[in-house]
């Protein structure tokens, strides 16, 4: 790599400060990737408190028999409230926050490839969270008070259905989750396009950080995972308001062509989720291993195959619908396959780690949280493959517990370590690694206390999305344990955000390069300029800053 680190004062170092409405104004109209980037991530935060409030009014709901702390209409939208937020409006900005921030510094470019576009998707996702959310002031129409999606977050037909679900509060669901959906689209293309054509040069495909190649794959599976969610909720808007019937089973329509159609959707989100947090990792294991990764090409092949099979087993969501014995069988090797790939990434990863000079820093230990979490909701995930246990457990809260632990101890927990692993980059500050700690275990041992005791209540029988049930069932236990786990984790996210508020006003200043990574954002000042390089960089390898300053290291010159 021929340019080293830039030692030049970011701009925003100027003794000058403009007004604030000049700054909301910069913030508001910037096309610049970073600082899109950023503002996903603050609303992901956002819409994370405010899917975590609807979570513990959940588990409060919960905690007993009978109890009668929220209605059963409200326990319904608290539910669909959640799993909609949780997935549309926290775990996809997220995402795309950190793809936004991350990828063109790591291949070496000064921006996106469509910087208007690319303010255009974080706009329309933003919008289509507060349409939404604007359900609860205007959801049964004008005059008639507002009211939430109460329908849950896959809105299965007939529940849509005028019939069902009188007022507009559908209606607002389809809008919000329509309207961010194609905000995702237009990331995934400006991604697809930066990361093909925008690479610096002598950076082959081959050399770009694994984050980079799991983007990539993502953002394809964006493209070909969103568009058939959005053709079944122009059907869906058809119904209600024109006429139509193609899920309305009085008229016949199918209510199971809404399953095909929204599972062929959901079943990939499920890795538009998880690849990212694969990519994050595959940078945090090899810097805190000092080791590099251990099998690049085998990562980026299982990432590939990842994304092909997992368009093909949308159905082992819908073993119980009545499907042939054929097709149940067809889906359920497909679910037993998309384990292997998933596999040899556990694998890479675990021998990274082998022999490694380790450091346990946070961004590390949530990697480490990462490792165990998601491999316990891939092993139910496996269970679930299984025709006959699906059959068993289904709409149970083993099931429940199963999504969370590939979906929150996966992806939320991969996330908390690129948080805490780019923090320092973003705003040129190091978060506290004593509340870091803190803030890992309390959301590691409420996890598994929130979610654990789950299996057991539902191989007991408990089915999901009832708001109470009769005493003597022997659930009120199980219950009181997952609600303990829930407060332990807000414990813990309230210190996540008193770090962050502590660590950008007082937080210790990071450097360019606080790890001693090798990737390129690293080579940049911290926060980078506008302009991201003041030189471009010309890559020779795939660890181009690391090779520049460590040479003769033996640790680094192996694949």
């Given at each position: 790599?021929t340019a080293a680190?830039?030692?030049?004062?970011h701009?925003?170092?100027?003794?000058?400060?403009?007004?604030?409405?000049?700054?909301?104004?910069?913030?508001?109209?910037?096309?610049?990737?970073?600082?899109?980037?950023?503002?996903?991530v603050?609303?992901?935060?956002l819409?994370?408190?405010?899917?975590g409030?609807?979570?513990?009014?959940?588990?409060f709901?919960?905690w007993?028999?009978?109890n009668?702390?929220?209605?059963a209409?409200t326990?319904?939208?608290?539910?669909?409230?959640h799993?909609?937020t949780?997935?549309?409006?926290?775990?996809?900005?997220?995402?795309a926050?950190f793809?936004?921030?991350?990828?063109?510094?790591?291949?070496?470019?000064?921006?996106?490839?469509?910087?208007?576009?690319?303010?255009?998707?974080?706009?329309?996702?933003?919008f289509?969270?507060?349409?939404l959310?604007?359900s609860?002031?205007?959801?049964?129409?004008?005059?008639?008070?507002?009211?939430?999606p109460d329908?849950?977050w896959f809105?299965y037909?007939?529940?849509?259905?005028p019939?069902?679900?009188r007022?507009?509060s559908?209606?607002?669901?389809?809008?919000?989750?329509?309207?961010?959906g194609?905000?995702?689209i237009?990331?995934?293309?400006?991604l697809?396009?930066?990361?093909?054509t925008?690479?610096?040069?002598?950076?082959r495909?081959?050399?770009v950080p694994?984050?980079?190649?799991?983007?990539?794959i993502?953002?394809?599976?964006?493209?070909?995972?969103?568009?058939?969610?959005?053709a079944?909720?122009?059907m869906?808007?058809?119904?209600?308001?024109?006429?139509?019937?193609?899920?309305?089973?009085?008229?016949g329509g199918?209510?199971?062509?809404?399953q095909?159609?929204?599972?062929?959707f959901?079943h990939?989100?499920?890795?538009i989720?998880?690849?990212p947090?694969?990519?994050?990792?595959?940078e945090?294991?090899?810097?805190?291993s000092?080791k590099?990764?251990?099998?690049y090409?085998?990562m980026?092949?299982?990432?590939?195959?990842?994304?092909?099979?997992?368009?093909?087993v949308?159905?082992?969501h819908?073993?119980?619908?009545?499907?042939?014995d054929?097709?149940?069988?067809?889906?359920?090797?497909?679910?037993?396959l998309?384990?292997?790939?998933?596999?040899?990434?556990?694998f890479?990863?675990?021998a990274?780690?082998?022999?490694g000079?380790l450091?346990?820093?946070?961004p590390?230990l949530?990697a480490?949280?990462f490792?165990?979490?998601?491999?316990?909701?891939g092993?139910?995930?496996i269970?679930?493959?299984?025709?006959?246990?699906d059959w068993?457990v289904?709409d149970?809260?083993?099931?429940?517990?199963?999504?969370?632990?590939?979906?929150?101890?996966?992806?939320?927990f991969?996330?908390m370590a690129?948080?805490?692993?780019?923090?320092?980059?973003?705003?040129?500050r190091?978060?506290?690694e004593?509340l870091?700690?803190?803030h890992?275990w309390?959301?590691?041992v409420?996890f598994n206390?929130?979610?654990?005791?789950?299996h057991?209540?539902?191989?007991?029988?408990?089915?999901?999305?009832?708001?109470?049930?009769?005493?003597?069932?022997?659930w009120e236990?199980?219950n009181?344990?997952?609600?303990?786990?829930g407060v332990i984790?807000?414990?813990?996210?309230?210190?996540?955000?008193g770090?962050?508020?502590h660590?950008?006003?007082?937080?210790k200043s990071a450097?360019?390069?606080?790890?001693?990574?090798?990737t390129?954002?690293?080579?940049?000042t911290s926060?980078p300029?506008v302009y991201?390089?003041?030189v471009?960089?010309?890559v020779?390898?795939?660890?181009?800053?690391?090779?520049?300053?460590?040479?003769?290291?033996?640790?680094?010159?192996?694949?």
């Amino acid at each position: 790599m021929t340019a080293a680190p830039q030692s030049h004062a970011h701009d925003s170092d100027s003794s000058f400060r403009p007004p604030l409405t000049a700054r909301l104004h910069d913030w508001v109209t910037t096309v610049d990737h970073k600082r899109i980037g950023l503002m996903y991530v603050i609303m992901s935060l956002l819409f994370l408190v405010v899917g975590g409030i609807e979570a513990m009014l959940i588990r409060f709901q919960l905690w007993t028999a009978n109890n009668t702390l929220v209605s059963a209409d409200t326990f319904n939208q608290l539910f669909t409230m959640h799993g909609t937020t949780m997935i549309f409006f926290v775990v996809m900005p997220m995402i795309a926050g950190f793809a936004n921030y991350l990828v063109p510094l790591m291949i070496g470019c000064r921006d996106v490839a469509f910087p208007r576009l690319n303010a255009l998707g974080f706009w329309l996702s933003l919008f289509g969270g507060c349409i939404l959310y604007l359900s609860y002031f205007t959801g049964k129409g004008l005059y008639g008070g507002g009211a939430a999606p109460d329908v849950g977050w896959f809105a299965y037909a007939p529940l849509t259905s005028p019939a069902y679900a009188r007022g507009g509060s559908v209606d607002y669901w389809i809008l919000g989750t329509m309207v961010s959906g194609i905000g995702g689209i237009t990331f995934a293309v400006n991604l697809i396009a930066t990361i093909v054509t925008m690479r610096a040069p002598g950076m082959r495909l081959g050399q770009v950080p694994l984050f980079v190649w799991m983007m990539l794959i993502d953002a394809w599976l964006i493209l070909f995972a969103f568009p058939p969610l959005t053709a079944a909720q122009v059907m869906l808007l058809m119904d209600r308001h024109l006429g139509a019937h193609f899920f309305d089973t009085q008229a016949g329509g199918s209510a199971v062509l809404w399953q095909h159609l929204f599972w062929f959707f959901g079943h990939p989100e499920v890795y538009i989720m998880a690849l990212p947090a694969f990519g994050i990792i595959s940078e945090v294991v090899p810097v805190f291993s000092r080791k590099v990764i251990f099998g690049y090409t085998s990562m980026a092949m299982a990432t590939a195959a990842i994304g092909f099979i997992s368009m093909g087993v949308w159905a082992h969501h819908m073993f119980t619908v009545g499907m042939s014995d054929a097709l149940d069988a067809i889906f359920s090797a497909a679910s037993f396959l998309i384990a292997v790939p998933t596999g040899i990434k556990i694998f890479n990863w675990t021998a990274t780690l082998y022999g490694g000079r380790l450091r346990l820093k946070t961004p590390m230990l949530f990697a480490l949280g990462f490792l165990t979490m998601f491999l316990i909701g891939g092993l139910t995930g496996i269970m679930l493959a299984a025709v006959p246990v699906d059959w068993q457990v289904s709409d149970s809260y083993f099931l429940v517990a199963h999504f969370h632990y590939v979906l929150f101890g996966g992806s939320l927990f991969a996330l908390m370590a690129g948080f805490y692993y780019w923090f320092p980059k973003a705003t040129g500050r190091m978060l506290g690694e004593e509340l870091g700690r803190l803030h890992f275990w309390l959301l590691f041992v409420g996890f598994n206390v929130l979610f654990g005791p789950m299996h057991v209540s539902g191989v007991l029988g408990m089915p999901r999305r009832v708001y109470t049930y009769q005493p003597g069932q022997g659930w009120e236990v199980w219950n009181q344990l997952s609600t303990i786990g829930g407060v332990i984790m807000g414990i813990g996210f309230l210190c996540f955000f008193g770090n962050v508020m502590h660590s950008l006003f007082r937080g210790k200043s990071a450097g360019s390069d606080p790890w001693d990574a090798w990737t390129l954002e690293w080579a940049t000042t911290s926060p980078p300029a506008v302009y991201n390089f003041e030189v471009v960089p010309e890559v020779r390898s795939r660890r181009p800053l690391w090779d520049l300053k460590h040479p003769e290291d033996p640790d680094w010159k192996h694949e």
